[in-house]
């Protein structure tokens, strides 16, 4: 099994900064993409940045290119997401997913059903 833990999640005004992390454990050798997605009440979870194994392949939605950058830590088993320039549309609960290989590559890297693990999430708030 594998396990993710997000944190960093908060309240902030527009224009001010998070780094949300997630730290990942249990049956983890296989993992080779890891994402973020987000969702807000009554709408459909939607993906935000992706990575895969080695760190050479990301990407990252038209919405937050530019803003934020997904990264990972693998010393110390820890994916993060320095989201920089937040807007009040980036309000959220933030989620941390996984799997060990996902068939059709990039083409299905924001596909919520392609992961078959997920954290508990994080809520990021942005408001004046």
């Known amino acids: 099994q594998v396990q993710l833990v997000e944190s960093g999640g908060g309240s902030v005004q527009p224009g001010g900064s998070l780094r949300l992390s997630c730290v990942y454990s249990g049956a983890t050798s296989n993992i080779n993409v890891m994402a973020w997605f987000r969702q807000v009440p009554g709408k459909e979870r939607e993906g935000v940045a992706a990575?895969?194994?080695?760190?050479?392949?990301?990407t990252h939605a038209d919405s937050v290119r530019g803003r934020f950058t997904i990264s990972q830590d693998k010393a110390k088993n820890t994916l993060n997401l320095q989201m920089n320039s937040l807007k009040p549309e980036d309000t959220a609960i933030y989620y941390c997913a996984a799997e060990g290989m996902i068939l059709g590559g990039l083409s299905r890297a924001f596909d919520q059903s392609a992961y078959s693990y997920w954290g508990q999430g994080t809520q990021v708030t942005v408001s004046s």
């Open positions: 990575i895969y194994s080695g760190g050479k392949t990301k």
